[in-house]
């Protein structure tokens, strides 16, 4: 058999790199993360006449000289990974933008196919490029393709066989190296290879190898287009409103209601769905599998578990594919360029936008879609402080408490106290976000300076094949990756949350065995035990155990176990106590209320749920960090324990 090849995808953001491995490959892709961190490279196959091929998609990069970390990851591929060739994708309609990174590429001596990809889009403006001219000034061959419609796919694989080394004679043009070179230099293509295989290069170097390309893609443009490839547009244009200081920020608004309207409320029929399909087939199990003890385990820790896993798939499906249409679109490069001075007085990027509102759905996939931002400072500052906003697991919570602290029908002129306390709380959590970006941002120190580069795009119809495979992958990966840990937390909770101390559980199972006469409704004995249990449990004495520090508080050890069941999720604080008083169903939900509002003090017959108490219950779930799952994904982005300890000690602290 022949060998596999094994190709690198280089290119620029926005010039088709993506579709065009996607119209290659297909579905025969996997993905990798770079060695320590977790931006990704996306690996696929395929073959012709005469062999098979790996293709390698790397992160989309402006030149050889790094500004962010992916962008350094790609170019560390480049010069420093072995392969046997390298596939160059230019945006056809952006060729003069393109150009620089090109020459760049060519400066390697590495094997080189240069693709023209989007060739509609410089047809559809009217730029015509002299292919053939192309190829001659550049010394290797030249393809063009329609990734989307799969035109010249077949005319790339057949010159795969055969790539070339740039052989271009402009190099040696005396000219340049007069004015550029001052004679110093006589091979130009030798003296900057060892410039950009030199970390140390000085800014002075890359500054002279930057005006020396310049002036070589002007020469190279003025030979090969026949048309003007960008023609700007000024008040005419549509960039003009959606970058306007006033409308541009109107239609933010209004595209981000349609995104949280697809988020937040859309995803909420299919995550009931799911959670109520979950729901049946436990109430299943329990009918279908004995009484045992792994039983208990399916039915209460390892289908809760992955029931935490798929309820997040429809939101994170959800909100890749709206960030996708917007990235397709070209619109979301316009977001970034609106808000990025804003934010970046925070220490976020215009891009931070969208992970924050989504925010308010689920920290979960809004974490994974910080993957958008290009600044590893920005990024990391994002996921930090993404969890303050309130998200609906803590809807359940925020009602119940709020229900303490106002009577019903209570307004406040024309306004509900319930809704002013729920908008409150939405936005201390903003606040708390901005605050805590901004101490980041001057305490935490990165090797890496802000800068705001950014290429609008010409804007395009989304192409829906791309957008669902990239769709796919990151739900596949949230599953396989997130949802074993969640998973397997969810497990150590039941076992902590189901087990007490061996003598102490058998004495609760003795008793109950006595009382089972005493019992008509088998439902109630076992709902009673459980609540004992509960309470018997290690969780349980956990929550005994930290009542002298939560007792100043006003809470007592019902609250402390409920506290600690709710790192599982929050929402999980009133089926906990629910279970401690001994209600259950939807229809106990005001029960419960009407039984937390009587709960007294055993010692002082003093009320627990006092104002002060309920407000303090409020404030402490906007802030705390309780979610066993948004903490796994944190580490997952951020592989590090140091910063999810951080992260948790500061906001539940």
Not at 31 to 39: D, L, Q, R
Not at 57 to 66: F, K, T
Not at 575 to 592: C, F, I, K, R
Request: net charge neutral; with cysteine; proline share 3%.
């Amino acid at each position: 058999m022949k060998p596999v090849k094994k190709l690198l995808l280089v290119g620029s953001p926005n010039s088709g790199k993506t579709t065009l491995f996607n119209a290659l490959t297909g579905l025969h892709q996997k993905t990798a993360n770079y060695a320590g961190v977790t931006i990704e490279k996306y690996i696929g196959r395929f073959s012709n006449n005469y062999g098979s091929f790996e293709l390698i998609d790397l992160p989309g990069i402006y030149s050889l000289y790094p500004n962010s970390l992916d962008e350094q990851l790609a170019i560390d591929e480049i010069l420093n990974s072995e392969y046997d060739g390298i596939l160059l994708v230019m945006n056809a309609d952006q060729l003069q933008k393109n150009l620089l990174l090109a020459l760049q590429v060519l400066d390697l001596k590495k094997p080189t196919l240069l693709v023209l990809n989007m060739i509609d889009e410089a047809e559809k403006n009217h730029v015509q490029i002299n292919q053939q001219k192309l190829a001659e000034l550049t010394g290797i061959d030249v393809v063009c393709t329609n990734a989307r419609t799969q035109q010249g796919i077949n005319e790339l694989k057949n010159k795969l066989n055969d790539l070339k080394i740039s052989a271009s004679y402009f190099y040696d043009i005396l000219l340049f190296e007069k004015i550029f070179l001052s004679g110093t230099t006589k091979n130009y293509r030798d003296w900057i290879q060892k410039q950009l295989h030199n970390s140390s290069s000085s800014d002075d170097t890359i500054e002279k190898d930057l005006k020396y390309k310049s002036n070589l893609v002007k020469y190279i443009c003025e030979k090969v287009l026949t048309s003007s490839s960008f023609i700007q547009k000024h008040k005419n244009s549509i960039d003009y409103y959606l970058t306007h200081k006033v409308y541009g920020f109107l239609f933010l608004i209004f595209t981000l209601l349609i995104v949280f309207q697809m988020v937040f409320f859309i995803a909420e029929y299919p995550m009931q769905w799911i959670e109520w399909s979950m729901s049946e087939l436990s109430e299943q199990l329990k009918f279908i599998l004995p009484r045992t003890e792994w039983a208990h385990l399916i039915i209460n820790g390892v289908l809760p578990g992955i029931t935490g896993v798929i309820m997040f798939v429809p939101q994170i499906a959800l909100l890749f594919l709206m960030i996708g249409i917007l990235e397709e679109s070209g619109y979301m490069a316009r977001i970034s360029f609106l808000l990025d001075g804003i934010f970046s007085q925070f220490g976020l990027s215009g891009k931070s936008l969208i992970p924050l509102v989504s925010g308010v759905a689920c920290a979960v996939p809004s974490i994974l879609s910080t993957r958008t931002i290009n600044n590893n400072k920005e990024k990391w500052i994002t996921v930090m402080v993404l969890p303050f906003m309130s998200c609906s697991a803590r809807l359940p919570v925020y009602t119940l408490l709020i229900g303490l602290l106002f009577p019903e029908n209570n307004y406040y002129g024309f306004l509900n106290l319930k809704g002013l306390a729920l908008l409150g709380l939405y936005l201390l959590g903003l606040i708390m976000a901005l605050l805590f970006a901004f101490l980041y941002h001057k305490i935490v120190r990165f090797h890496q300076s802000h800068f705001f580069f950014i290429e609008l795009p010409s804007y395009k119809i989304p192409y829906w094949k791309n957008l669902f495979m990239i769709v796919w992958n990151k739900v596949k990966i949230f599953i396989t990756d997130a949802g074993k840990i969640i998973v397997a937390v969810s497990i150590v909770l039941w076992y902590l949350s189901s087990h007490s101390i061996p003598s102490i559980e058998k004495q609760l199972q003795e008793k109950y065995i006595s009382l089972k006469h005493f019992y008509r409704n088998a439902d109630s004995l076992e709902k009673s035990f459980q609540a004992e249990l509960l309470e018997h449990s290690y969780a349980g004495m956990a929550g005994k155990w930290i009542e002298p520090a939560i007792r100043p508080l006003g809470y007592d050890w019902k609250i402390g176990i409920s506290l600690i069941t709710s790192f599982a999720a929050r929402e999980v604080f009133v089926g906990t106590m629910a279970t401690l008083y001994s209600t259950n169903g939807e229809d106990d939900v005001l029960t419960l209320r009407d039984k937390i509002k009587h709960a007294v003090y055993s010692d002082t017959q003093t009320p627990v749920f006092t104002k002060a108490t309920s407000i303090s219950l409020l404030i402490y779930y906007a802030l705390a960090m309780q979610c066993i799952s948004t903490m796994v994904v944190v580490y997952r982005e951020l592989k590090s324990l140091k910063w999810v300890m951080v992260q948790f000690i500061s906001m539940t602290g």
